[in-house]
């Protein structure tokens, strides 16, 4: 429920601490409060393309697409309760409730950014906006005779294993793959 239902109702956060000054209360709108797209509704699929993750995929399959998943209520979910146990530390702690926001935009936004906002981050930009061993065409699952295998070596040492493991033990030894 958007914040401003809330309000219209009397049960504004403001309101309800005023009231319980040690209630905590959580707003889990899609936007923060006070920008200019705070009372807009926010669903998983408006939050996905807002947020960037459709854009994301786009990188990946040529447009962009949202994820098979609610991805934005999943991961906002977890921000709210980690939002929510911190305030109930500090209400154990002093007595004193709390308002906690957890916007599903910014969150989301955090959310995507940590891995790919890499280089775009510095003035003047170092590098594009999006993490490359992420975005890459090649980080997929594989087609065996038999299924499909998920496979990740990421150093020397678990190329090594992955050669072992595929009866290519030779491979191992091979130029193009003793390093990195």
Not at 161 to 170: P, V, W
Request: proline share 8%; aromatic share 8%.
């Amino acid at each position: 429920m958007r914040r401003g239902a809330l309000v219209r109702l009397g049960l504004g956060p403001e309101t309800l601490r005023a009231a319980h000054p040690a209630l905590v209360v959580c707003v889990a709108n899609g936007y923060g409060s006070d920008g200019p797209y705070a009372d807009r509704p926010a669903y998983d699929d408006a939050i996905q393309a807002a947020s960037g993750t459709a854009w994301l995929m786009g990188r990946m399959l040529g447009e962009p697409r949202y994820l098979p998943t609610i991805v934005a209520d999943k991961v906002v979910g977890m921000a709210v309760a980690q939002a929510v146990l911190v305030a109930l530390i500090h209400k154990l702690r002093t007595g004193e409730g709390q308002l906690v926001e957890v916007p599903m935009f910014e969150t989301m936004v955090a959310f995507n950014l940590v891995e790919h906002q890499r280089g775009a981050t510095f003035e003047p930009p170092l590098g594009p906006v999006g993490h490359e061993r992420v975005l890459s065409p090649t980080r997929t699952p594989y087609r065996t005779a038999d299924g499909w295998i998920g496979v990740l070596p990421y150093t020397d040492r678990h190329w090594q294993d992955f050669f072992l493991a595929a009866g290519r033990a030779d491979l191992a030894a091979d130029p193009r793959f003793v390093d990195f």
